[in-house]
C-alpha cells in the first residue's frame, strides 16, 4: 500500500512563474491536506479538501495561490506569479475521514524560487 | 484549538528511555493528543495518540496527566534513528493540526 505521493521532490521557478504540485494521497484516503513549512519553523496549515470540494482554506495566502481535489486524479497545489518568499517545502497529507483519523504526510516538495 | 508548549531541545544516550514533555493546559474535552516527529527534512511521521489513557504502540508510550493539562512521549529505547524534531498537538475531531517549534530531541552516542 502505497503512501501519500507528492511529485516533484524539487521544483525551481523563476519569479513570475507558476508552480503546481502534485498529491496523491494513500489508497483508500478521501481527504487531503497542504501544509507549507519556511526553513527553520514549523509546519502551517493551508487547506484542507475532500474530492472536488474545498472544506476549509482558512491558512491560504488570499492571492496567487489555489487547490483543487478533481473526482479523479491528484491534488494540485498551484501557486501562480512566484516570489522569492514563496519558497519553502509543501506537504501534503491524507486521511480516510475526519473524527480523529491520522493524517499520514508525503515527503514534500521543496519549492525554490529564484 | 489549544496550544502546546514544548521544550526547544533535549539530548538523550543512545539505548537510554527519551521522555519528552508537552504542556496543554487549556485543553478541551474532545480534543486529542497527537505526537508526530520529523526527521531531518523528511515529511512529519505520525507517532501516537490519545485522548485520556495512556497509550503504547510499537514505537512509543504516550503518558496523559488525569487532569489532561500535560503529557510526556516515551521513546523506550532510543536509537540514533529516533534524532528528530518532535512535535505535540492538540486537536479537535477536525481537519487541520496546528504544529508549534516542536522539540529537537538529539540521540548521542
Known amino acids: 500500500n502505497a503512501g501519500v505521493m507528492q511529485n516533484p521532490r524539487h521544483l525551481v521557478r523563476r519569479r513570475g512563474q507558476e508552480a503546481r504540485l502534485r498529491c496523491s494521497p494513500m489508497?483508500?484516503?478521501?481527504?487531503v491536506y497542504w501544509y507549507r513549512q519556511l526553513p527553520e519553523e514549523g509546519l502551517k496549515f493551508m487547506v484542507y479538501?475532500?474530492?472536488?470540494?474545498?472544506?476549509?482554506e482558512s491558512g491560504m495566502p488570499k492571492e496567487r495561490f489555489s487547490a483543487e481535489f478533481p473526482k479523479e486524479g491528484p491534488s494540485i497545489l498551484r501557486i501562480q506569479q512566484v516570489v522569492r518568499g514563496d519558497s519553502a517545502a509543501y506537504f501534503c497529507a491524507s486521511s480516510p475521514g475526519t473524527g480523529g483519523n491520522i493524517q499520514y504526510f508525503g515527503a514534500g516538495t521543496r519549492l525554490s524560487v529564484l | 484549538d489549544a496550544k502546546t508548549t514544548q521544550p526547544t531541545s533535549m539530548d538523550c544516550a543512545e539505548g537510554r528511555a527519551a521522555n519528552l514533555p508537552c504542556n496543554h493546559s487549556?485543553?478541551?474535552?474532545?480534543?486529542?493528543v497527537y505526537w508526530y516527529r520529523q526527521i531531518h527534512s523528511q515529511g512529519p511521521q505520525y507517532i501516537i495518540h490519545g485522548l485520556k489513557n495512556n497509550e503504547t504502540n510499537e514505537m512509543a508510550s504516550l503518558i496523559i496527566t488525569e487532569d489532561r493539562k500535560s503529557s510526556t512521549l516515551i521513546l523506550p529505547h532510543a536509537t540514533l534513528r529516533d534524532t528528530a524534531v518532535y512535535y505535540c498537538?492538540?486537536?479537535?475531531?477536525?481537519?487541520?493540526?496546528?504544529f508549534g517549534a516542536g522539540t529537537r530531541l538529539t540521540v548521542k552516542p
Open positions: 498537538i492538540v486537536r479537535l475531531n477536525n481537519n487541520d493540526m496546528r
Open positions: 487549556t485543553i478541551s474535552g474532545n480534543e486529542y
Open positions: 489508497k483508500g484516503h478521501s481527504h
Open positions: 479538501l475532500q474530492k472536488e470540494n474545498i472544506i476549509d
